[in-house]
């Protein structure tokens, strides 16, 4: 026996420069938990955690990786780049906690006043 109902097939329309664009969602409107956080909320998400020294210790291995693969392919000497790379990431991971530690209590405070 044939098919007598068929599917309903989606528009689809072009607009003034030719692109295509589909209709999107036309359903229910998605509820808050069906919805993607907001760039914003994102970003104040991670700035709302304390730092922890993981991951200044992370940010500090990745630069110091950086600076030994540019140091050794400039000087030729890798045995001079890996000992600056090493010293470089014991200074970078109590900077970077300490920095990052400053950031979260300015941030914390300002928002207990009320300014954020």
Excluded: C
Excluded at 47 to 65: E, F, M, T
Excluded at 77 to 96: D, E, K, T
């Amino acid at each position: 026996m044939a098919q007598t109902k068929r599917k309903r097939r989606t528009k689809h329309r072009g607009n003034a420069a030719g692109m295509v664009e589909s209709r999107g969602r036309t359903g229910r409107a998605p509820t808050a938990s069906e919805r993607a956080k907001t760039n914003k909320a994102l970003r104040s998400d991670r700035l709302d955690r304390p730092p922890s020294w993981r991951s200044a210790a992370n940010r500090a291995g990745i630069a110091s990786v950086l600076f030994i693969v540019v140091v050794a392919v400039l000087q030729k000497n890798i045995v001079m780049a890996l000992a600056i790379g090493l010293l470089m990431f014991a200074m970078y991971v109590p900077l970077g906690y300490y920095t990052d530690a400053y950031i979260y209590k300015r941030r914390q405070a300002k928002k207990a006043q009320g300014k954020l």
